[in-house]
C-alpha cells in the first residue's frame, strides 16, 4: 500500500476523535508521518470524573481534577508505554557535599547530616511514536525527608518514612507519564467525562516485509529456548517488535509536580498497619543477629531504617550500634 494511503488513513483516525467528544492524546503534527510498515490504533481509556467514586482523580485547590497514580497507569497501558529504567540518583546536598569534599579531600560528615535520608530517583519510559520509533522520556524527583514530615502526621511519617523510595518513584515514574503523553496539570469534570483517546502505533502485519521480519524474529528466539525443535509459526508473531529509540527527553528535576499528597500515590502509609507489626519487618544486624532497635543518639532520635541505611553506606552491610564501633569504615579499607 501507498505511503499516501498510509497517511490518509491517520488523518481519518483524528477525524474519528474529534476533541469536542474525545481528550486527545495524540501527536497530531507527526501522526501523517507514520511508517508503511506500522499502522496506528486508538485505544479508549475511561477516567471516573468522581474523585471519591474510582480514586482516578484527586481535586486541585484551583477546583481542578488531577489525575492520580491510577489514573495515569491506565492511560500509560493504553499507549503501551514500557518502563526502560529506574535507579537511585544523588541528591542536590549530597552533589553540594561530594564537591566540597573533592575540593577540601575531606570525607563528609554524612551521619550528622539532616538530609542523609533524602531519596532520589530517576525514571526512564519509552513511547511508541508514529514512525515506528520509540521516543524516551526522563524524569527525576527528589523527596527530603524533613519537608515530608513537616506535611504529615507523626502515624504518617512513621509509616511513610520505610517506603520514601517507593514513594518518590511513583512520583518520578507519574512525572514522565505526564511529560510524555502531554497530560494537562488538571482537567474540569466536564473534561473528565469525555473518555481519553490515546494513539498506539503497532507493527502493521498485512505488510509481507514486517511479517518476515518478526517470523524470523520469532523462529531466532524460539529456537533460543528450545534447541533442536522447529517451532511452529503463529500468524500474529512479532507483535512487540520494538525498534531502536530515537531520541531521549529528559524532564528537569524542579519542574512542577502537579501532586498532592495523600491523593497521587496511593501512598502505603494510608493503609492500617498490623497489630504486631504496625512499622514493617525488623531489621537484623549482619554481625551479632540482633534485632537493629531504635536509638538515641546526642539528642537525635535514630529509626532502625535510618540505623542500617547509615551503617551500609560507611560500612557496606547492616550493623547495630555496637558492632559499628568494632568495625572499621569502608574509607579505611574495609572492615576487621
Known amino acids: 500500500m501507498a505511503i499516501e494511503q498510509y497517511q490518509q488513513k491517520a488523518i481519518a483516525v483524528l ?39 474510582g480514586k482516578d482523580c484527586y ?30 540518583v544523588v541528591t542536590h546536598k549530597c552533589q553540594r ?6 575540593t577540601t579531600k575531606l570525607s563528609p560528615r554524612c551521619g550528622d547530616c539532616p538530609a542523609a535520608d533524602d531519596v532520589a530517583i530517576q525514571v526512564v519510559i519509552a513511547i511508541p511514536e508514529p514512525s515506528g520509533t520509540w521516543r524516551m522520556v526522563r524524569a527525576t524527583k527528589e523527596l527530603r525527608v524533613a519537608d515530608e ?30 511529560a510524555g503523553l502531554m497530560v494537562k496539570a488538571n482537567y474540569t469534570p466536564k473534561e473528565l467525562e469525555k473518555p481519553f483517546a ?10 509481507p ?8 524474529r520469532y523462529a531466532t528466539s524460539s529456537m533460543a529456548l528450545f534447541p533442536g525443535q522447529q517451532p511452529q509459526l503463529p500468524e500474529n508473531a512479532g ?50 543477629g540482633q534485632v537493629i532497635e531504635a536509638t538515641r543518639v546526642n539528642g537525635k532520635d535514630w529509626t532502625p531504617e535510618a540505623i542500617r541505611d547509615y ?20 574509607q579505611g579499607g574495609g572492615r576487621r
Open 15 to 53: 477525524n474519528d476523535y474529534p476533541p469536542e467528544k474525545y481528550n486527545l492524546l495524540i501527536p497530531v503534527e507527526s501522526i501523517q508521518e507514520i511508517s508503511p510498515l506500522h499502522r496506528v490504533i486508538v485505544n479508549i481509556v475511561r477516567i471516573d470524573p468522581v474523585p471519591d467514586r
Open 198 to 207: 490515546v494513539a498506539l502505533v503497532v507493527p502493521n502485519m498485512a505488510d
Open 97 to 102: 557535599c561530594m564537591e566540597i569534599a573533592r
Open 59 to 88: 481535586p486541585e485547590k484551583n477546583g481542578g481534577l488531577a489525575l492520580t497514580k491510577k489514573g495515569l497507569n491506565k492511560l500509560m497501558a493504553g499507549a503501551n508505554i514500557q518502563v526502560i529504567d529506574s535507579r537511585a
Open 209 to 216: 516485509e514486517m511479517k518476515k521480519a518478526a517470523a524470523a
Open 149 to 178: 514530615k513537616l506535611a504529615m502526621s507523626d502515624k504518617q511519617y512513621k509509616q511513610f518514612f520505610p517506603y520514601r523510595s517507593e514513594h518518590c518513584e511513583t512520583k518520578a515514574l507519574n512525572r514522565a507519564i505526564r
Open 311 to 330: 551503617s551500609v553506606r560507611h560500612y557496606g552491610t547492616s550493623l547495630c550500634p555496637e558492632c559499628q564501633r568494632n568495625a572499621t569504615p569502608l
Open 239 to 288: 507483535e512487540g517488535l520494538k525498534q531502536l529509540p530515537s531520541g531521549m527527553i529528559d524532564i528537569p528535576a524542579d519542574e512542577h509536580d502537579d501532586e498532592q499528597p495523600g491523593g497521587v500515590d496511593d501512598p502505603p502509609w494510608e493503609d492500617p498497619p498490623s497489630e504486631d507489626n504496625p512499622l514493617g519487618a525488623p531489621i537484623f544486624c549482619g554481625d551479632c
